[in-house]
T-cell receptor, first 112, second 112 residues
Framework: SQTIHQWPATLVQPVGSPLSLECTVE??????LYWYRQAAGRGLQLLFY??????ISSEVPQNLSASRPQDRQFILSSKKLLLSDSGFYLC???????????FGSGTQLSVL | GENVEQHPSTLSVQEGDSAVIKCTYS??????FPWYKQELGKGPQLIID?????GEKKDQRIAVTLNKTAKHFSLHITETQPEDSAVYFC???????????FGTGTSLTVIP
């Protein structure tokens, strides 16, 4: 069966510090991978998606970047965090854009 | 692109009553409609989904209906229980592109 791992679960970072969130998927190959952000009490905002190694599409201009160095690994990064980067970050995967989408457990990021 | 609207934003029901959440979509090319349940501090979990070639799907106390002509779909929860309390998201995805388009969420509270 397929599983998705996302870490860390919580993170407190000072403004201006770098960020690296990692997500890995097991039990499948060539998944579509997604990063979403969810502000407190709000909906899901798509940040990046990837259909293959090295292929990243950005949906919202921002202070963040994403990379996919391996088939089942997706990384969300920032060189310098802003207060507005605080939120709940979710990684997700699907076999196909038109197939079931499965989410990780999320990372609660607080930028202080 | 696709636009998904979800109503109501909050819903309170007595335990044992039914709950209905409605979503509309704009892109007639959308053909896959999942529903997610998100508990506090956790990632959204897929609870039921429907494709455009089906009008209704049921799984125990949960059902989803789809009206392609009117471009709306609904989640029905019968015999609600306190553990059904959560935020529910609908989504739509067209058979082109790589995105899932989410509604803004419904916070459901089941009062014991």
């Amino acid at each position: 069966s397929q599983t998705i791992h996302q870490w860390p679960a919580t993170l407190v970072q000072p403004v201006g510090s770098p960020l690296s969130l990692e997500c890995t998927v097991e039990g499948t190959s060539n998944p579509n991978l997604y990063w979403y952000r969810q502000a407190a009490g709000r909906g899901l905002q798509l940040l990046f998606y990837s259909v293959g190694i090295g292929q990243i599409s950005s949906e919202v201009p921002q202070n963040l970047s994403a990379s996919r160095p391996q088939d089942r690994q997706f990384i969300l990064s920032s060189k310098k965090l802003l207060l507005s980067d605080s939120g709940f970050y979710l990684c997700a995967w699907s076999r196909d854009p038109n197939e079931k989408l499965f989410f990780g457990s999320g990372t609660q990021l607080s930028v202080l | 692109g696709e636009n998904v609207e979800q109503h109501p934003s909050t819903l309170s029901v007595q335990e044992g009553d039914s709950a209905v959440i409605k979503c509309t979509y704009s892109d007639s090319a959308s053909n896959y409609f999942p529903w997610y349940k998100q508990e506090l501090g956790k990632g959204p979990q897929l609870i039921i989904d429907i494709r455009s070639n089906v009008g209704e799907k049921k799984d125990q106390r949960i059902a989803v209906t789809l009206n392609k002509t009117a471009k709306h779909f609904s989640l029905h929860i019968t015999e609600t229980q306190p553990e059904d309390s959560a935020v529910y998201f609908c989504a739509a995805t067209p058979n082109t592109g790589n995105q899932f388009y989410f509604g803004t969420g419904t916070s459901l509270t089941v009062i014991p």
